[in-house]
């Protein structure tokens, strides 16, 4: 498809069938901030069944970047079946994208209170990053800003990801059966970080990087997982049950500020037991109880003292240990089938003996920070931090839903409950914090089920959120709401004509504060299926329609800060585009509707 103005995107999938043998191809282009395949492209080119359709689309996906993004991707995936007992699977992936951001930062302190960065620039998987700032005077024009606090930064970070298993499994009898599994994956990246200071006599930015603001360092990550894992299948009741040893080699080389090896390996050992118990046709509960670990960013575990930002001193800590997580999930299910009601009591708890967590220090201009072997003072208004271990995390979520039909309207409604409540820890001069959160939410959702040429989705969600500081020294409470309305809207008039529409309304509104943000986004399409069995299709339409989707929002709340941040929108503009699917076969199309009707994690 191609747009107003200058917007362009393209893409599609194939796959190639011989007996037990599939290969699968995949590729995206755009410019359109689309910068992961949909759900649908993964799911078709993945293995069908859903257990290894969601592991396999991990490896199509990327986390997505603030700001717009030009995207380019393509990934590739093997199966054959080698005799009765063996099976290869294979997989590429890659994924280039040019981003452009202007962001704005609004972050609230214990020592501070609505400073204010202003990022704005370009950014290519180098995100170029201008920033103004002035520690003495918040409320000074940019104009008026002395050089010694005009910087600019480029950034590169490129990286690849190479995974392998193997597994043998061994069934006892019809009810019973065991696996064993070994797992390698190795992860590398390069960050390149340079920042130039700006020269108020020439009116130019240096030719040469600052040596203190800039980073240069490579770092790897080697894990390797081995594991037992037990099924046992008994009439109504199935229990499975896992357990992995796992260990992680760690490497850094670090060339700026100053040169630096960092190295550590981690052992840990991870669990999972999963059982489905159907007391009856209408009622199942479902448990399951599992651990989990998180490595360190490289970031966190360099030994060199960031100080970009003087009023916000970052050190590292080759200490740190991976975050181990236990979680806990029950889900009781009771359905009737002939009148079409569902009704799902659901609780999580998810707990951590060490977290990483902020270690604070403000209110103490005398506190000494060494860097490159030197001695200086903190200084007064600013604050020195430093991620470290510690217990005492955790969170529990419950929800409530319950969905019947609207007979009359041809549709099912779903109303749903939940509270999240929990805790997290940090440290503030030496003294430990507790940011308590609740959060209460209420929604629902009324859907369609007319037929294949009329078909609506409406629904709603609301918030009210609560965090408080328990630390003595200074608060950073918040109480905000939020609020979500969706509408997707998709007629067919006499099998050809198609009508699309959606909107989007989010509202943020703060309540210890007077922070407020809302907008509302609207796509319409219309389009006309073409050839006679009608595979092809052509659509005009325009995205944004209000021009409200210039900026994004997204707030963070921790132990040590609440910060505002407003990234870089597409925008409004229109587009024209053509589909033709060339073949659908039934069982793959079977497979895709069943995997997405039950949620994709």
């Known amino acids: 498809g191609y747009g107003i103005p200058d917007k362009y995107i393209g893409g599609g999938n194939i796959n190639i069938f011989d007996r037990a043998r599939r290969l699968s191809v995949i590729a995206l282009v755009n410019n359109v901030n689309m910068q992961n395949f949909s759900s649908e492209d993964i799911l078709g080119t993945t293995e069908q069944g859903q257990a290894n359709a969601r592991s396999g689309s991990g490896n199509f996906m990327v986390r997505p970047l603030d700001g717009v993004s030009t995207v380019q991707a393509v990934g590739a995936n093997y199966s054959d079946e080698w005799g009765e007992k063996a099976k290869i699977t294979a997989s590429y992936f890659f994924n280039r994208a040019d981003n452009r951001n202007e962001s704005l930062t609004d972050r609230q302190t214990f020592t501070s209170s609505e400073k204010l ?49 193997a597994a043998y499994t061994h069934a006892f009898g019809r009810r019973s059966r065991m696996s064993a599994d070994y797992r390698v994956t190795y992860a590398a990246n390069r960050v390149n970080r340079r920042t130039v200071l700006f020269d108020n006599k020439t009116g130019m930015f240096g030719p040469e990087p600052d040596p203190r603001q800039s980073t240069d360092y490579d770092y790897d990550y080697l894990t390797q997982r081995a594991g037992l894992s037990y099924q046992y299948l008994f009439k109504k009741t199935k229990v499975a049950a ?16 100053v040169p630096d090896r960092t190295s550590a390996s981690f052992d840990n050992i991870t669990y999972n037991v999963v059982g489905n118990i159907h007391f009856d046709r209408s009622n199942l509960l479902k448990i399951d109880a599992s651990s989990r670990t998180r490595n360190p960013r490289a970031a966190d575990l360099q030994s060199i003292v960031n100080t970009t930002n003087r009023q916000h001193v970052f050190a590292g800590n080759p200490g740190l240990k991976p975050v181990y997580t236990h979680d806990l999930s029950a889900q009781y299910i009771r359905s009737n089938a002939a009148k079409g009601r569902t009704f799902t009591l659901a609780v999580r708890f998810s707990a951590s003996p060490n977290t990483i967590a902020d270690s604070l220090v403000i209110d103490s201009p005398h506190f000494v920070i060494v860097i490159d072997g030197d001695g200086t003072e903190l200084g007064e208004g600013n604050q020195f931090v430093r991620p470290v271990n510690l217990p005492g995390y955790w969170n529990l979520r419950t929800t409530l839903s319950y969905g019947f039909p609207v007979r009359w309207l041809r549709s099912n409604l779903n109303v749903r409950a939940g509270v999240t409540t929990g805790r997290i820890p940090s440290v503030i001069n030496g003294t430990r914090n507790r940011l308590n959160g609740d959060s209460y939410d209420a929604g629902l959702t009324l859907g369609s089920n007319i037929s294949e040429s009329v078909d609506f989705k409406i629904g709603y969600t609301g918030y009210y959120n609560v965090s408080r500081n328990s630390s003595q020294i200074r608060t950073v409470d918040n109480v905000y709401v939020s609020q979500y309305l969706t509408a997707d809207l998709n007629f067919v008039v006499r099998q050809r004509i198609v009508l699309r529409g959606s909107a989007d ?16 986004i609207c ?12 595979l092809g299709e052509v659509t005009v339409g325009v995205n944004d ?21 407003s990234n870089l929108g597409l925008g409004r503009y229109f ?17 895709v509707t069943r995997i997405l009707q039950q949620g994709v994690e």
């Open 505 to 520: 309304y989010n509202y943020y509104k703060g309540i210890t504060d007077t922070f407020r943000e809302e907008r509302l």
């Open 117 to 165: 960065v202003l990022y704005g620039g370009e950014q290519f998987s180098l995100p170029r990053q201008y920033t103004f700032r002035d520690p003495d005077d918040i409320e000074a024009d940019t104009t008026d800003y002395d050089a010694r606090n005009i910087s600019r930064t480029n950034r590169e970070q490129p990286g690849y990801y190479v995974s392998g298993n």
């Open 575 to 591: 587009l024209a585009q053509f589909s033709y699917n060339l073949r659908l076969f039934p069982r793959q199309g079977a497979a």
């Open 242 to 257: 896992s357990v992995y040893y796992q260990h992680v080699d760690f490497g850094g080389d670090y060339t700026l500020p």
């Open 523 to 534: 796509n319409l399409q219309v389009g006309c299926k073409l050839f006679r069995r009608r």
């Open 545 to 565: 329609l209000f021009d409200q989707n210039d900026t994004t929002f997204r707030r963070t709340v921790t132990g040590t800060y609440i910060r505002n941040v």
